[in-house]
């Protein structure tokens, strides 16, 4: 059973720092392109940042220099490092694989940036 869990949210001033992470189990992480999306309140759901199976990431521009995803093979761990908090960061996140042809996504977890 394929399983991708976020923690790692919360509320933070603007200027702030927060750091994701998705554990994942069930599938073969080593092997697995990874992402981030959000969706904040009213909007589409928008991807945010991919990461590769050897951890080459890449991202939109709007966090470009302020996010850096990574991922620990060992722990089968994905993570995003959000610094310089905006009010517009506010949004529930999630990741996502695609595992045997198959979309799979976390339940999110909820960052909400205040001034």
């Known amino acids: 059973q394929v399983q991708l869990v976020e923690s790692g949210g919360g509320l933070v001033q603007a200027g702030g720092s927060l750091r994701l992470s998705c554990r994942t189990s069930?599938?073969?992480?080593?092997?697995?392109?990874m992402a981030w999306y959000r969706q904040a309140p009213g909007k589409e759901r928008e991807l945010v940042a991919t990461?590769?199976?050897?951890?080459?990431?890449n991202y939109i521009d709007s966090v470009k220099d302020r996010f850096t995803a990574s991922r620990d093979w060992a722990w089968a761990t994905l993570y995003l490092q959000m610094n310089s908090l905006k009010l517009e960061d506010t949004a529930v996140y999630y990741c996502?694989?695609?595992?045997?042809?198959?979309?799979?996504w976390g339940r999110g977890t909820q960052v909400t940036v205040s001034s």
């Open positions: 996502q694989t695609q595992w045997r042809s198959v979309n799979y």
């Open positions: 069930g599938i073969n992480f080593k092997i697995s392109p």
């Open positions: 990461i590769s199976a050897d951890g080459s990431a």
